[in-house]
């Protein structure tokens, strides 16, 4: 689900902009650059819930004020994981000091509300599509109209995710995460996300992971990589293709957080779940399941079983 833009500041004064969850249907490190960061392969999809960003006008504006800065908020049922950590340092008001200077606005002038929805350090790229919706949110309201070309810099700057989460379409992605490729797609998944509420640090992951790298898939099958420009047309035909790769962060995740397993193990015995797997650098699992109602049941039962877990469904393409 491609992040959508509702303007209506003719009437309540606000630019409300969705920040979907995004999910690594497998996860390939296929090798490592010299600072550090990994090179990958990864099907990304984007489901159709998540963070809101909502960008209204502040009454009271200092164009002195050094460093220039946005006011900031947070709402939402993970707002209180934020808590103590300095705003400066959320990536919604990074976003917002990149473009406001990159492009000369006044961004002291801004009011940005954060509907903080997904759990944090989750492996479902929530501060990362707070990021791009953002960027997208004050493109549109500094009516600027930067193509996404122009916007993909400012994203790779903020970090990895941030440019496959400004496009936000089910894509095959290279390089650290900044070669995305949209693949024609006409399915629309059942998916439950499960996440166990415990925070898990992505630079903790890598660090923990162990053994080589996997065989990259462009070297065998070329630069758009498993599917080429198309994605498979049936479920069944994508899950059979899923079962060949995996996610290659899983097994260090599940050491440094045996709840993953659990997860895993659960999800699958769901009636209906096609695949079960984790997302990104973890902790959130997803299973796609055969139909919406299969899904709705998964989380009745999940959420029945283990009130403590984050547990969502909804629909990915
Ligand atoms: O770019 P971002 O700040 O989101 O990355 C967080 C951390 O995750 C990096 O500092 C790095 O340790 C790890 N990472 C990596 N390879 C990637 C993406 C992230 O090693 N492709």
Request: glycine share 14%; aromatic share 0%; charged share 15%.
């Given at each position: 689900m491609p992040i959508t833009i509702t303007d209506t500041r003719h009437l309540e004064g606000s630019l409300c902009v969705t920040a979907p969850a995004k999910v690594n249907l497998f996860l390939h490190v296929v090798g490592k650059r010299t600072d550090g960061y990994h090179l990958l392969e990864t099907l990304v999809g984007f489901c159709d819930f998540g963070d809101e960003i909502e960008i209204t006008k502040r009454s009271k504006t200092d164009p002195q004020m050094r460093p220039p800065t946005a006011h900031f908020s947070v709402s939402g049922p993970y707002a209180g994981a934020l808590d103590g950590l300095p705003p400066e340092n959320n990536l919604v008001l990074k976003a917002t000091q990149m473009l406001g200077q990159a492009a000369d606005q006044?961004?002291?002038s801004l009011h940005i509300h954060l509907k903080k929805a997904l759990p944090i350090?989750?492996?479902?790229g929530g501060g990362s599509a707070d990021a791009a919706a953002t960027l997208l949110g004050l493109n549109h309201w500094w009516g600027l109209d930067w193509p996404l070309s122009r916007l993909l810099p400012l994203a790779e700057h903020l970090g990895a995710d941030v440019p496959m989460c400004l496009k936000s379409a089910l894509s095959y992605v290279t390089g650290i995460g900044e070669d995305v490729y949209p693949l024609e797609n006409a399915l629309s998944l059942p998916i439950v996300l499960v996440n166990p509420n415990i925070p898990l640090s992505t630079p903790q992951v890598f660090k923990a992971r162990q053994g080589g790298f996997t065989d990259s898939l462009i070297s065998q099958l070329g630069q758009a990589g498993p599917f080429g420009a198309m994605m498979p047309e049936t479920m069944t035909m994508l899950c059979e293709a899923l079962s060949k790769w995996h996610n290659d962060l899983e097994p260090p995740a599940c050491d440094l957080e045996p709840a993953i397993g659990i997860i895993l193990s659960k999800l699958s015995a769901q009636p209906g779940c096609q695949i079960a797997r984790m997302s990104g650098s973890g902790a959130t699992c997803f299973g796609l399941f055969e139909s919406m109602a299969q899904a709705s049941q998964a989380v009745h039962a999940l959420r029945a079983e283990q009130p403590n877990w984050w547990v969502h469904a909804g629909a990915l393409s």
């Open positions: 006044d961004i002291t350090a989750a492996g479902i």
